[in-house]
């Protein structure tokens, strides 16, 4: 399946990293990638993701991480 | 979090606020080992009320500042240089990860100018621990010194606790600075869980015929221990536990199980397979403890109840998931269950699969002795493990009163853990009993922490349990390689007496049954520390066994 996850998250060393990390070693294909720090020093990353995992648990998985926010399915497909 | 508005107005260096740091936050004891990069913080120790241990390996350092946490249930911290210094905390850290310890990893880097650059005993421990830490910082200014150090121990201690690691360069801990105002952590109200849910776990529960409590490790991190005896006590539903939940429910009561999974009791494994309705308490479905996941608890439903909403459904989907604090959700589902036959059918199983210990011969049977040493430890005692059979055998075995009293790799089944875990537990509490169970294949992975136990007169009861061999190793390709031995045979160890005595560590060696209870009597009465070696049959195996891949319902063998 195809999903497309909205990350917010305060801008740091390795945020990004541990994003990314944690996507791939749960399961999922990163195929697309949009990242923009904004005034606000939140990071918001688009990813467009492939895998087979029930993406709303990763997105509990990538909440916990102490940088992010918010993290949300935005679709599957 | 809020800003304190403490304004800290003294010049000291990046090592010395780091020092101070810790302090502030309670930290009385750390474990480590000195080298080029965190001379500085070594050089501001001098100084400092804080007590270190020098270990003699930096795995050992991790593993001694976990078993600290673990036994004290404060935060433990090791210090290592960078380079070989850092990478040899990684298996510490990873153990800490895997059983959510917290534990406060700090490493030396090379100057800031020099990172990058594959400079002498540079490595990016930074990105090499990232999937084992529950977060990390490399701090880049003198003046956030303090502050890391003090989020750092918030972040390891709060919800579900785990390891931080701060990458300290060397410029950093040496350049002078005034601190930057810290923040104040205030730990996080306990949350309850949604109320909507609840209230349908709550009917669910008093609907079911068959319940049975799954009880995990988070038991005891979530200092539920109390609220989980007070629900069994109102509700009377039998229970099975996790490796790391041993102890959390009374071990003589004929509705605790034990432990269900690969080397559980045949009467846990049972239940679970027949219950109606699984009660998960801070667990989370480990493989050891489930088998082939398709096929456990066929027919139950599920209340998942846990700290981290990232766990419930992560390998079974659940009826509810209720995410929050463990003690409040059990309070609201504790309610009197009309469950007599369910509770008649698992005392049967607790009567009918229980462990016998009339073994033949005059050999020495480890499940017995495990047995008698803890009796005569008593309540107070704490038992750390090593990995391997020996472990096992204290799961089964061993008479554990509280989760804290018993200490072992559970998620990474670290070898090497037993010893430096011992002695960081009894570094916690000096005053109790503390016994570690090794095998002669683990306790070679840190043999030279005898050293650290004889510098500071550590009294830590060491058992080593010698099959001469890796006896899980072998015991599986015994049943799974059609007894195609490879690489297990360890007969030609050393002379552990000899070597624990040329450590400056009194021991003594035991082969025969009725040698045992004079060497518990040892054991126990040696003030300082102490090594029983001890020679047990090469064939004996653990039972019962779940084949790996096989379903809890398919276990071999009964226990002796």
Known sequence: MIHRLEVTLQDGEGALLRVLGTTERRGFRVLAMHAEVGADALCRVELTLEGTRDAELLGRQLARLHEVRTAAIRASS | MADSGRIETSIRSGAQWLVAALEAEGVDTIFGYPGGAIMPVYDALVDSALRHILVRHEQAAALAADGYARASGRIGVCLATSGPGATNL????????LDSVPLLAITGQVASGLMGTDAFQEVDIFGMSLPVVKHSFIVRRTEDVAAVVHEACAIARSGRPGPVLIDLPKDVAQSRAAARPAQRHRAPAPVMPDAAALATAVALLARSERPLLYIGGGVGIACAEAALRDFVARTGMPSVCTLKALGAVDAASPHNLGMLGMHGSQAANHAVQSCDLLLVVGARFDDRATGKLDTFAPGARVIHIDADAAEIGKLRAVDIGLAGALALALAALAQPLHIDPWRKHCAVLHELYR???DAPGDAIYAPALLRDLSIAAGAQALVSCDV????MWVAQHWQIPAIRAHLTSGG?????YGVPAALGAQLAQPQACVIC???????MMNIQELATLR????????LLLDNACLGMVRQWQELFFAERYSEVDLSDNP????????FGIEAFGIERRDQVPAAIRRLLNTAGPVLCHVRIDPRANVWP???PGKSNGEMMGAAA
């Open chain 2, 355 to 357: 462990s016998r210990y």
């Open chain 2, 90 to 97: 990684l298996t510490g850290i990873a153990n800490a990860y």
């Open chain 2, 412 to 416: 990474l089944g670290a070898m090497g």
């Open chain 2, 388 to 391: 391997g059979q020996h472990q």
């Open chain 2, 455 to 462: 510098r500071y007169a550590i009294p830590v009861k060491i």
């Open chain 2, 545 to 547: 066994l779940v084949p």
């Open chain 2, 437 to 443: 169970v090794s095998g002669d294949g683990s306790i």
């Open chain 2, 495 to 502: 002379d552990f007496v000899a070597l624990a005595q040329a």
